[in-house]
């Protein structure tokens, strides 16, 4: 797998604590934030600690525990933002992108998590 982690990139440094987030949840291998640019009413970031690319990076070589704790965290965020449908929250939805078809911004591994109204269709035309 070719992949270089660009250690520079901004969610690297608000791991390192050198720029500031608006925090909604951290556990030991895992940050979530709200996002700078909201594309909805609730738009919060998930991102693992670790130097991840993107999905299937993540996936093929975080280790067991990382992948575990990514994956409750980001329905512990749903949970928190009183989002999630199980609680009478009113749904949301998960993106990740990776890559230039995917049109991915920051090149370390996230999950958007994005809900606060109808989402609309998944996928718009491509710009
Ligand atoms: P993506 O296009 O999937 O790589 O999305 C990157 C996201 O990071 C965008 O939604 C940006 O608004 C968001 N973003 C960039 N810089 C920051 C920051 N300093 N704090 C929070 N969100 C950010």
Redesign the pocket.
Known sequence: MAYTYDTEN?FAK?IRGE?P?DKVLETEHTLA?????P?APQ?V?VIPKGPYVNYDHFAAEASEEEVVDFVRAVGEVCRTLGIAPGDGGMGYRL???AGEA?????PHM?V?VLSGRRLGRMLPKAD
Not at 102 to 106: I, P
């Open positions: 901004i608000i720029i987030c934030f709200r996002d700078i640019a594309q738009h970031l993106i990740n992108n995917g049109v991915q911004e920051v996230h958007h």
